[in-house]
């Protein structure tokens, strides 16, 4: 059964930093694409950032430079170091297995982690 459990979420002011952790499990991590996506209060879904399996990395154009996807193969783990934080970040961050199109497509995430930004 795939399992992916995130953490790391919470409350932070404008400008601070947060670390987000996403623990695999049920599946070969090591042959996946993986990839983080929120939700907003009111929205969609939408992509934040993906990583290969050989480690190529996107990010969509509103957190480029301010947050940095990673994964850890030996420990089955992602995460998403996320500095600079801003208002507009706040919402509830999945970690997904596969490339944004697949996650569209309904494949597995975890069950989410809160952030939120305010002062």
């Known amino acids: 059964e795939v399992q992916l459990v995130e953490s790391g979420g919470g409350l932070v002011q404008p400008g601070g930093s947060l670390r987000l952790s996403c623990a695999a499990s049920?599946?070969?991590?090591?042959?996946?694409?993986m990839s983080w996506v929120r939700q907003a209060p009111g929205k969609g879904l939408e992509w934040v950032s993906s990583?290969?399996?050989?480690?190529?990395?996107t990010y969509t154009d509103s957190v480029k430079g301010r947050f940095t996807i990673s994964r850890d193969n030996a420990r089955n783990t992602l995460y998403l170091q996320m500095n600079s934080l801003k208002p507009e970040d706040t919402a509830v961050y999945y970690c997904?297995?596969?490339?944004?199109?697949?996650?569209?497509?309904?494949?597995?995430r975890g069950q989410g982690t809160q952030v939120t930004v305010s002062s």
């Open positions: 990583i290969t399996s050989g480690g190529t990395i």
């Open positions: 997904a297995r596969g490339s944004w199109s697949a996650v569209a497509s309904g494949s597995p």
């Open positions: 049920g599946f070969t991590f090591t042959l996946y694409w």
